[in-house]
């Protein structure tokens, strides 16, 4: 005999998961599950990982003469199981404007498919960002000390393969990817983020990057960096217009140290300096250094 009576807690339940799916415009029809796993996906990205780094992220009994093998054989098993995921999330958003199942399923099989060619790309920039981080860091032994522990580098392996999700049309998903790595490293990449090659995040805890934020090659950034938005336009009704463009754009060779935040749709020139703690609202030229002091020391803009 059970020691608690959950019947009455139970049915209070389903009544709230009634008001939530009547206020949503959801079916209460009976039927499989709606959304994409977030459980599928962490193992996936698992296996994703260890495809891209066998003989490091896969697994500890890998022999060399065996690699391929396993790479086969673990990338058709994880390609398999990311076309589930993204057909759950193509019925998803053809729930207000409906399409024959065959067709989300042409589409799902689509997409995996440009992700999966995409596939060797993804590895050759994941390489450049641990040669940054390597180069970057005078801690680092190796470049297999810097894929095997930097929250960095994990960060990026999940953002770069969740940029191509979102890419492709599979938002959710790729959000899904961005936050398993965030909740793990405290680094919170955008998958919209756009993000050129050789980029390395030293430490990482608490550095943000938004949606729209576009990022050059050779970046180098330290924790607690923020690249957001200065303000949220709406529309006539007051409702957040999606998609604008709202975050930094950091061009080529920029090095932005702890603490900094940066908003807005503004431009690091090339090859600029951003000193720790500085707030930033405003272009910054090429090879500019900016520090706290330059910034107290700069002419006040009035009001037109």
Not at 94 to 122: M, N, Y
Not at 232 to 253: M, S, W, Y
């Amino acid at each position: 005999m059970s020691l608690f009576d959950v019947s009455d807690i139970v049915a209070a339940l389903h009544a709230a998961r009634d008001e939530w799916r009547d206020a949503q415009k959801r079916s209460r029809e009976p039927g499989s599950r709606e959304f994409p796993s977030r459980e599928a996906l962490a193992d996936i990205v698992d296996s994703l990982k260890g495809a891209l780094f066998p003989m490091r992220l896969g697994p500890p009994d890998l022999r060399r003469e065996s690699e391929d093998f396993y790479v086969g054989y673990t990338l058709d098993a994880a390609l398999q199981s990311l076309w589930t995921q993204a057909r759950l999330e193509l019925r998803y958003t053809s729930r207000h404007d409906p399409r024959p199942p065959e067709a989300i399923d042409e589409q799902a099989t689509e997409a995996v498919r440009e992700f999966a060619a995409a596939l060797p790309g993804i590895r050759r920039l994941l390489d450049g960002d641990v040669l940054a981080a390597y180069q970057g860091d005078p801690a680092a032994r190796s470049v297999d000390e810097v894929l095997l522990c930097y929250p960095g580098i994990l960060a990026m392996i999940h953002h770069r393969l969740a940029h191509q999700l979102y890419g492709l049309g599979l938002p959710l998903l790729a959000r899904i990817v961005a936050e398993l790595a965030h909740s793990v490293t405290g680094i919170d990449l955008h998958p919209g983020a756009k993000i050129d090659a050789g980029f390395f995040i030293d430490h990482g805890t608490g550095v943000v990057i938004g949606e729209t934020a576009v990022i050059g090659k050779r970046v180098r950034i330290y924790q607690a960096v923020t690249l957001g938005a200065k303000r949220f336009p709406t529309d006539a009704e007051g409702n957040l217009q999606k998609g604008q463009p709202r975050h930094p754009i950091v061009e080529d060779d920029v090095v932005i140290y702890a603490g900094a935040t940066i908003l807005g749709r503004v431009t690091l020139g090339k090859g600029a300096t951003i000193g720790g703690n500085v707030w930033i609202t405003d272009d910054v030229p090429p090879g500019a250094s900016v520090s706290q002091a330059s910034l107290q020391n700069a002419p006040r803009r009035t009001a037109a």
